[in-house]
């Protein structure tokens, strides 16, 4: 289903220039143009456009959350688990204004301003903030990917995903064997060797934590069990399985 600019802005509440600009930035581009030039929006547009309101609610300029969003190792359900325990603290804040407000109503004269103190909010915001620049801002090797990868041509492009594609059919025909095989576990290093390669330089510690996306994001699970049911998982095992030794 795709959303003209005005239905987006309606839905959102974020105005029609606000979204020119962001597309411009190239922050949120529309996934199609129509042929008569209006800029379409599907779903995925729409939640990416939820997380870049989450992080401006973070404070984060436009240039970071850029960074962060196209970040590789970006995790989008770990970003909402912070935004889910934010909101909560705001709906508690909130909960005790309103209750200040129907005590001075009924005419009560308790007087209380420890509702009104956003400290632990603003606390919480700083934390999240730091964490998410941490893990998904321009990281060295974030830097690295950029570099690598700006001046691949389209048969490049076309031979990487290749090369991808064929260590991960590998994976899904050697299902029935123990992650922990040597025939498993050399291909993860294969795996790992590719990424580094041809993006970064995947460390361990960057490899556990693509291990843990493969099964916890469903974009990158649904792409890799394309190769079969239940490869994503696999590949997690076998990598947990070599980062631990």
């Known amino acids: 289903m795709f959303r003209k600019i005005n239905e987006v802005a309606k839905l959102t509440g974020i105005t029609v220039r606000t979204l020119h600009y962001y597309d411009e930035i190239g922050l949120l581009r529309p996934s199609s143009i129509s042929t ?16 870049i309101l ?5 404070n984060f300029s436009l240039k970071e959350i850029k960074e962060i969003i196209k970040n590789p190792n970006y995790n989008k359900t770990d970003a909402l688990k912070n935004q889910k325990q934010l909101l909560l603290l705001k709906r508690k804040r909130l909960d005790g204004i309103i209750e200040l407000v129907e005590n001075a109503i009924k005419g009560e004269n308790y007087m209380s301003f420890k509702e009104f103190d956003t400290t632990e909010i603003e606390k919480l ?7 998410s620049k ?4 321009k990281t060295k ?21 290749l090369k991808a594609e064929e260590i991960l059919k590998l994976f899904a025909n050697n299902m029935d064997k123990n992650p922990n095989s040597n025939k498993i576990q050399s291909l993860v290093k294969n795996w790992q060797d590719y990424i580094t390669e041809n993006f970064y330089n995947c460390t361990k ?9 493969y099964v916890n994001d469903k974009r990158f699970k649904n792409n890799i069990d394309k190769n079969g049911k239940g490869t994503a998982e696999f590949i997690s095992k076998a990598i947990e399985i070599y980062c631990s030794k």
């Not at 941490?134 to 801002?137: I, K, N, T």
């Not at 090797?141 to 995903?161: G, L, P, R, T, V």
């Open 134 to 137: 941490e893990r998904w801002g």
């Open 205 to 213: 510690d960057i490899l556990a934590s693509l291990g843990s996306m």
């Open 141 to 161: 090797a974030y830097s690295e990917y950029e570099k690598k990868s700006k001046n691949y041509d389209e048969k490049q492009w076309e031979n990487i995903n």
């Open 36 to 51: 008569t030039g209006y800029r379409l929006y599907d779903n995925n547009d729409i939640k990416k456009l939820q997380q």
């Open 54 to 58: 989450f992080f401006r609610e973070l």
């Open 125 to 131: 915001k700083k934390e999240y903030a730091e964490e």
